[in-house]
């Protein structure tokens, strides 16, 4: 009981309902770690935008901790070697953790469990993933008989609150300084407009559930008009673990289970677990098509698909909706849901670009970045996932914008055109009132169409 074991942080940066931490108070004088390993994810090492949301929550978290006595040791390099060096240095005998799912994250955990005792624990998920299975025991591929089957395990269980006390060794081994890792963007800053949005840490994740509980009720039809704050943007905390999702199901369902809204947002936050319940089952979701007769099809590449795809990043591709939700990307390191969809079908279908590179931009940009949530979402929007929309049902932009009344998105997002009326802003070239700063259409609707279908047809033919 007095000997130190290790408190192995990762995206679980809370100390609420922490089943990790709570088994290691219990089980010796804790030595809480941050590894940063830019290595182990290969081509998905932490995003620009994520990487300013770690260096806040880690400084949260050191803060949370300090005022229990204890603090976070921050290493960098080989999560394993570290680990392993981190465990001979303090003597520790024992590393608690919460599981991930990430493959990078398995490969380091079972080479950990090689060296030292290594003990996983649940609670970043509703249900741990992997145990929401058919009749068969087989895990599933689709949402909604995994949701039907995961609503039936719930509520999650109580959270726990955080400990009242955490057993500190009696000195502390040696810590990266939170500076020098540089996870601040600096030349340019281009994440000045970050902290007006957000506030990284349990603290700040815990105001914005409280301050989502009024608004839940409405969230049926609110989430969908991305000029309403109608959904809850939890999705930074809940990606770094901030809050678990067991305290958000309870704290929004007490707030009025039973009412629409209530009920879909619970089972959007479900769409988390679906995710890592496909991530679980292709590790390489991210880089590969789940539907391999997607493989042969002619993704456009060269320089004016290039240069389509730079005006898409910069939000110019002359559809508002569209340039507003890049540059919403861009500003705050978030976009609304539905513009996600948008956005991401008009890369994938209008510009018909290979949607692994809209996956890497978004990667780089939104700061809940989720190596599950985004592929899965990803490859929902092109078609090629396991559940998906069809490729062939391509979704109009300007219609989208119409329907869900982004006029004020819009003008927020794209101040060139703030001063056109609700007829005009939604297709100011068709109105024939587009400002001459606003740059033309990539590409016109009806041919982006045609070319898609064409292409999909195409790829039916050779596969
Ligand atoms: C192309 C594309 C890429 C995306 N990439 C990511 C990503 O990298 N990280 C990420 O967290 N979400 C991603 N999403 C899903 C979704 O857009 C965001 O979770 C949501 O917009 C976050 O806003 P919110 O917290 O206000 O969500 P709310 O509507 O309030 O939902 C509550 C929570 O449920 C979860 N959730 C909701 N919708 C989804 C969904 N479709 N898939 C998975 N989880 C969901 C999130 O954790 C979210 O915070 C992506 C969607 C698309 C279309």
């Known amino acids: 009981m007095s ?25 010796g004088l804790v030595v809480p770690v941050y590894v940063l390993d830019d290595d182990a994810p290969g081509d998905h090492a932490i995003g620009g935008a994520a990487r300013w949301w770690l260096h806040h929550s880690l400084f949260s978290l050191d803060g949370d901790l300090r005022a229990k006595g204890s603090r976070v040791i921050l290493r960098r390099g080989n999560a394993v070697e570290q680990i392993a060096k ?37 609670g970043n998920y509703l249900a741990p993933p992997g145990s929401v299975t058919t009749g068969a025991g087989e895990p599933y591929k689709i949402y909604t008989p995994f949701w039907k089957a995961l609503g039936e ?40 407009g970050f902290g007006e949005d957000w506030t990284p840490g349990e603290a ?18 609110a989430r969908n008009l991305p000029s309403q704050e109608g959904s809850s943007r939890l999705s930074p905390h809940l990606h770094w673990g901030e809050i678990s999702p067991a305290y958000v199901w ?12 209530v009920n879909t947002f619970l089972k959007e936050v479900a769409w988390r677990d679906y995710a890592q319940n496909v991530i679980l ?19 456009r590449t060269g320089k004016t698909a290039d240069a389509d795809f730079a005006a898409w990043t910069q939000g110019r591709t002359g559809y508002p909706i ?10 705050t390191g978030w976009m609304h849901n539905r513009v996600r969809m948008i956005a991401a079908s008009f890369l994938v279908k ?62 927020q997002w794209v101040p060139e055109l703030a001063a056109l009326d609700d007829d005009a802003i939604h297709d100011p070239h068709e109105a024939g009132c587009a400002p001459r700063d606003y740059p033309a259409k990539r590409v016109e609707h009806r041919a982006a169409r045609e070319r898609a279908l064409a292409a999909y047809a195409q790829m039916k033919a050779a596969s």
């Not at 991930?100 to 290594?118: F, K, M, N, Q, T």
């Not at 990803?378 to 914008?401: C, E, H, K, Y």
């Open 250 to 261: 309870h704290r929004i369902a007490a707030a009025g289970r039973g009412k629409t809204g």
């Open 350 to 411: 209008h510009l018909l670009i290979d949607w692994r590179r809209g996956e890497r931009w978004f990667w780089d940009c939104l700061v809940d970045a989720d190596y599950a949530n985004n592929a899965v979402n990803w490859q929902w929007v092109a078609g090629t996932g396991i559940d998906s929309n069809m490729f062939v049902r391509i979704m109009a932009p300007l219609s989208q914008s119409w329907k869900f009344a982004a006029g004020d998105y819009i003008r």
């Open 153 to 192: 395990r719930m509520p999650p269980a109580e959270p726990h609150n955080a400990p009242r006390e955490i057993p500190v060794p009696t000195s502390w081994p040696g810590s990266d300084d939170l500076a020098d890792w540089d996870l601040l963007p600096t030349k340019p800053d281009w994440a000045t």
């Open 281 to 299: 089952q292709f590790g390489d979701y991210a880089s590969r098509n789940a539907r391999d007769r997607f493989d042969p099809m002619k993704w």
């Open 322 to 331: 569209v340039d507003a939700g890049m540059r919403q990307l861009w500003t």
């Open 3 to 27: 000997d130190p074991v290790i408190l192995w942080f990762r995206r679980d940066l809370r100390l609420s309902d922490q089943a990790a931490l709570l088994a290691a108070c219990a089980d």
């Open 86 to 122: 981190l465990a001979k240095d303090v003597g520790a005998r024992r590393v608690h953790a919460l599981h991930h799912y990430e493959p990078w994250w398995r490969d380091a955990e079972a080479a950990i469990a090689d060296r030292i005792d290594l003990v996983l624990h649940d």
């Open 204 to 221: 700040g994740a815990r105001t914005r559930v409280a301050d989502f509980i009024d608004e839940a009720a409405d969230y049926d039809e």
